[in-house]
C-alpha cells in the first residue's frame, strides 16, 4: 500500500493572515490550520475541509470563520473543529449572528468543537437543524499536549 501524499500550502503571503492547508486527498482529510482571511482558496476546497484547528481568534486567525461558514451550507457534512477556550463560544456567538429561519430546507450541517478549558477537554456540537444551538456533548480530564497528538493523529 502506498503512503498518502500530503500536499500544504500557505494561504496569504508570510505578512498577512496566517493559515494553512493540508490536503490528504487519499485519505478524504482536508485540514485546514487557523481561518483567517480565506478569501483566496477556492470553493470547492474549503467545501471539502473537514477538520479545522484554530489556535486562537484574534481576527487575523478567526476572520474567514464566516466566509468558511458560507460555503459549507448547502453540502451535508460534519466538520470537526479544535481549539482552546473560550473557541466554544466564539464560534457560538458566530453562528447566533445570523438569522437560520430556512434551516429545514437545508442539509445538515454539524460543526463538532473539541476545546482544551484549563484541563479539561470538552465538546461541543452545533447542528444548523437545531438553529446551531451550542450543545454540550462531553468533558473529560485530560492534559494539553495529550490533546493535541489525539486531536491531529484521529481520524
Known sequence: MAKPRLKHYLINDKHED????????????YLLFDVGN???LDRHLIKKINR????????????????????K??????????????????????LQGYTW?????????????????????????????KKFAKDFISEKKGRLRHYLRKSLLQG
Not at 18 to 29: M, N, Q, T
Not at 53 to 70: A, E, K, Q, Y
Open 73 to 94: 451550507l448547502g453540502k451535508e457534512q460534519t466538520v470537526e473543529m479544535f481549539g482552546i477556550s473560550p473557541l466554544a463560544d466564539n464560534i457560538y456567538c458566530k
Open 38 to 40: 480565506i478569501k483566496r
Open 18 to 29: 496566517p493559515g494553512i492547508v493540508i490536503e490528504i486527498d487519499s485519505l478524504g482529510e
Open 52 to 71: 479545522i484547528f484554530i489556535s486562537h481568534t484574534h481576527m487575523d486567525h478567526f476572520i474567514g470563520f464566516d466566509n468558511l461558514l458560507r460555503n
Open 101 to 129: 429561519n430556512l434551516v429545514e430546507y437545508e442539509p445538515r450541517l454539524v460543526f463538532r468543537l473539541t476545546q482544551y478549558n484549563e484541563g479539561l477537554i470538552e465538546t461541543f456540537q452545533y447542528d444548523i437543524k
